[in-house]
């Protein structure tokens, strides 16, 4: 049985014994995802609302989920990881601590600075509320909403082509993948990417900026194409530029540099 709750913690949790290449030896970005129209389209939206993302705000380059699931799926993209107590938390319970926090400062009119995330303990969210849904139902819907919402910030840069689904089925086989698990980020990966979709999901404010925040751990800003979804997905959720620079304040204030390798 698909578990939407099992398969977001193996994608933001720890590498899979054993390790493995996220690249399996390709390191093709063709960049070609949705046609050459589609990525010209991301980035001049990525310079239209650039100032959303530039040093004001806080920001990284490369994603922060550099092992587990999404670093198969992120290509071995550098930049920054999570760390600290950030790693203390599940798939599900990390998306909602920051996101949580993140909501939490916007509505108390805070400045948004990744100085004052830095070091403080990251607490999981109160139970029954939208960051932290108190039935199993309505935890397994809104694991769906993160994960496709992650996959599709994944394939934002167009190096998911075909030739790379092949090598990440591959790799899902020598991890502890169930076959459901499997074919839910397979038939992701094959779909056309859809910024609508992705936030439809949302099915409150609070979803809004957690579907935000796990596609904001899976970009690397410094990309035209990837810069240029996040925003159109920010315009899409319809957030307030103020809680977009919360969030990503919250998100860099509980990451650091990976180790460039030698």
């Known amino acids: 049985m698909f578990d939407a709750k099992r398969l977001l913690d193996q994608f933001m949790g720890a590498p899979q014994s054993g390790g493995f290449d996220p690249r399996g030896g390709n390191d093709n970005r063709s960049r070609d ?9 991301l980035q001049q939206a990525g310079g239209a609302l650039g100032g959303i993302f530039d040093g004001r705000y ?3 380059g490369g994603g922060a989920l550099a092992g587990g699931l ?15 107590s950030a790693l203390t938390h599940g798939g ?7 996101a949580y926090r993140a909501y939490q400062n916007w509505q108390q009119g805070k400045a948004a600075s990744p100085a004052a995330n830095s070091g403080v303990p990251l607490l999981p969210p109160p139970s029954n509320t939208p960051f932290n849904p108190a039935s199993e139902a309505e ?3 809104l694991g769906r909403h993160l994960l496709r919402a992650m996959i599709a910030a994944a ?13 990440i089925f591959v790799q899902m086989d020598r991890m502890n993948v169930s076959a459901e698990d499997k074919a839910f980020v397979m038939d992701e990966l094959r779909k056309p990417l859809d910024i609508d979709a992705v936030a439809r999901a949302a099915q409150s404010p609070e979803e809004a900026a957690e579907i935000y925040t796990v596609s904001l751990l899976a970009i690397d800003i410094d990309n035209p194409a990837e810069r240029g979804y996040l925003a159109m997905l920010a315009a899409r959720l319809k957030l307030d530029e103020n809680l977009i620079a919360h969030l990503h304040a919250t998100v860099e204030g509980v990451t650091e540099p990976v180790p460039v390798k030698a």
């Not at 599900?92 to 920051?98: D, K, Q």
């Open 70 to 84: 999404a670093g198969l799926l992120l290509g071995g993209k550098g930049g920054r990881k999570l760390a600290g």
């Open 92 to 98: 599900m319970a990390v998306a909602g601590a920051l």
């Open 33 to 41: 995802f949705g046609g050459q129209r589609g990525g010209d389209l």
């Open 58 to 60: 806080g920001g990284f």
């Open 139 to 141: 935890q397994q819907t």
């Open 155 to 167: 394939k934002a840069d167009g190096h998911i082509d075909h030739k790379e689904q092949q090598n």
